[in-house]
């Protein structure tokens, strides 16, 4: 079951198996102000390459963002529909999808990874076989992608940096032997 725009119930943890996924009070603190930086060096990449979307419709670039961020978040929500229920809220200009599932790293790492491959990697990919309004569409879904993806890619590093048998839920994890 989905639930819109609500937490999920508090699942009952035992907080001496499960650390916090960011242990350090400072780093979870400004955590979003590195999401932010990255945010600001995506959103500035196309001045630093000289280009823009300007032969696009500005109202073709907002619906092509809005379709963009959908597909974004059901694929998300595709990895961990089978897992359990799933809350989806947010927090300023953020969506977040949280679970009371426990989650395998593998299967988290592709979580948080799956929606940056798909709109962002694979349109990078194509754009360089393709010209024309073709191509600026293909590299905005990209960057648009890129850009609402910051968090996401911060997430992806600090998940792999993670031990193998990693179990994660709701901003904690334990290692299972």
Same mark, same amino acid.
């Given at each position: ?6 937490h999920l119930p ?7 198996? =499960?650390?916090?996924?960011? @242990?350090?009070? =400072?780093? @979870? ?20 390459? @000289? ?30 529909? !089978? ?12 969506f977040w999808l ?25 349109? /990078?990919?194509? $754009?360089? %076989?393709?010209?024309g309004n073709s ?7 990209? =960057? ?6 910051? $968090? ?7 998940? /792999?940096? !993670?031990?193998?048998?990693?179990? %994660?839920?709701?901003?904690? %994890?334990?290692?299972?032997?």
């Amino acid at each position: 079951m989905i639930i819109w725009f609500r937490h999920l119930p508090q699942k009952n943890m035992d907080f001496s198996e =499960w650390t916090p996924f960011i @242990r350090n009070n =400072w780093y @979870r603190k400004h955590y979003m102000n590195f999401v932010y930086i990255l945010q600001i060096i995506i959103f500035l990449i196309p001045y630093f390459f @000289r280009s823009g979307f300007t032969n696009i419709n500005i109202f073709s670039l907002i619906i092509i963002g809005i379709l963009v961020f959908i597909i974004h978040e059901c694929l998300h929500i595709i990895v961990i529909y !089978k897992k359990g229920d799933i809350s989806l809220t947010f927090s300023g200009i953020f969506f977040w999808l949280n679970t009371n599932e426990p989650l395998s790293k593998s299967r988290f790492w592709v979580f948080m990874s799956l929606p940056f491959i798909i709109l962002s990697v694979v349109p /990078a990919i194509m $754009s360089l %076989y393709t010209t024309g309004n073709s191509r600026e569409i293909l590299l905005f879904i990209c =960057w648009f992608n890129s850009l609402i993806s910051s $968090s996401d890619i911060y997430n992806s590093f600090l998940i /792999a940096i !993670k031990p193998r048998n990693t179990v %994660y839920c709701r901003g904690y %994890y334990k290692v299972n032997n």
